[in-house]
Structure formats: structure tokens, C-alpha cells
């Protein structure tokens, strides 16, 4: 599971990066599916992981407005704001993690959802979703999207690395 992780945010890196080379303006652009656009999609998928980590602690969660963060510095500054105390909560999971119940208080209601597990496993299908969807959008700007290999990305060491 950690390794998924750490290769989401070594692509997300490297989308930030792929970013630089366009213009405020291409950024954001609304663009059809995902979120809207490459810029909004970013700041989704880091406010939406670091959401969903803040809700299985139980700790409070605020929704950000893309309003405030619509520069790509801004985006990247939210997500390391909020990197650390996700980073701590991947690198610290274990398998006695992986069925405990979350109760989802945020609707009217409660909605149980079935575990932990379950919803760390979404927060990875979910931004590797929303890669794919840069990946469609950069083609269709002609550029060549980042690289989704998992393969030689040093994973293993750069976990090694955060023990």
C-alpha cells in the first residue's frame, strides 16, 4: 500500500513540474471530464487524500476553495501543507489498520463505510484515475504526458529511506 502511495506523489511531483512548462492561462483552461481542469484536478486530488486521512483519524476537515489556490505555486504549497501528516499516516500503516470501521459523519446521517482498507485503497484508484485524465489532456495540448510506469522509479529505496 505505501509503495502506491509513494508513487502517486513521486507522479504528482512530477506533474507539478510538467505544469511549469504552460501558461496560467492553459492551466486553467476547463477542460472536459475529471474535475475541470489540469490546475483544479491537482489541488482535487491532494485535497481529497489529505481529507480522507484527516476523516479515519477522526481528525476535522476543512474544504478548501480552489478560488484561493489557483496558481500552480498555491496548489503545490497546499500539498505541502498537507504531505506531512499524511506521509506519517502511509509510512505508519499496518495490517491491523486495514478493517477498521469508518463511520462517514460528514452526510446527513451516518454512513458506515466498510474499512479503512477499503478507503485507502480508493484514495490510490482515485488519483491514478485523475493522472490518466492529465495524461488525455496533455496529449490533446501535443505534449507528452508524464510517464505512469511504476517500474524504476526507485520506490523501494526511497521507502527504505522514510523507515
Known amino acids: 500500500m505505501q509503495t502506491l502511495f509513494v508513487y502517486n506523489w513521486k507522479v504528482r511531483e512530477e506533474w507539478y513540474k510538467w505544469c511549469e512548462t504552460l501558461s496560467e492561462e492553459e492551466l486553467l483552461r476547463p477542460r472536459t471530464g475529471g ?5 483544479k484536478t491537482l489541488f482535487h486530488i491532494a485535497d481529497v487524500e489529505w481529507s480522507w486521512i484527516m ?3 477522526g481528525k476535522p476537515d476543512f474544504e478548501e476553495d480552489f478560488a484561493e489556490y489557483s496558481t ?3 496548489v503545490k504549497e497546499l500539498d505541502a501543507r498537507f504531505r506531512p501528516e499524511v506521509e ?12 477498521n470501521i469508518f463511520v462517514d ?5 451516518e454512513k458506515a463505510i466498510d474499512a479503512w482498507g ?3 485503497r480508493h484514495i490510490i484508484a482515485h488519483e491514478i484515475h485523475h493522472i490518466g485524465q492529465l495524461s488525455v489532456w496533455a ?4 505534449h507528452k504526458p508524464v510517464s505512469a510506469n511504476l517500474i524504476g522509479r526507485g520506490l523501494r529505496e526511497t521507502l527504505q529511506g522514510k523507515e
Open 35 to 39: 474535475v475541470g481542469g489540469i490546475l
Open 55 to 57: 476523516a479515519m483519524q
Open 72 to 74: 500552480l505555486d498555491k
Open 88 to 99: 506519517a499516516f502511509v509510512l505508519g500503516w499496518h495490517e491491523g489498520l486495514e478493517r
Open 105 to 109: 459523519k460528514r452526510y446527513e446521517g
Open 118 to 120: 477499503e478507503i485507502m
Open 139 to 142: 496529449r490533446e495540448l501535443g
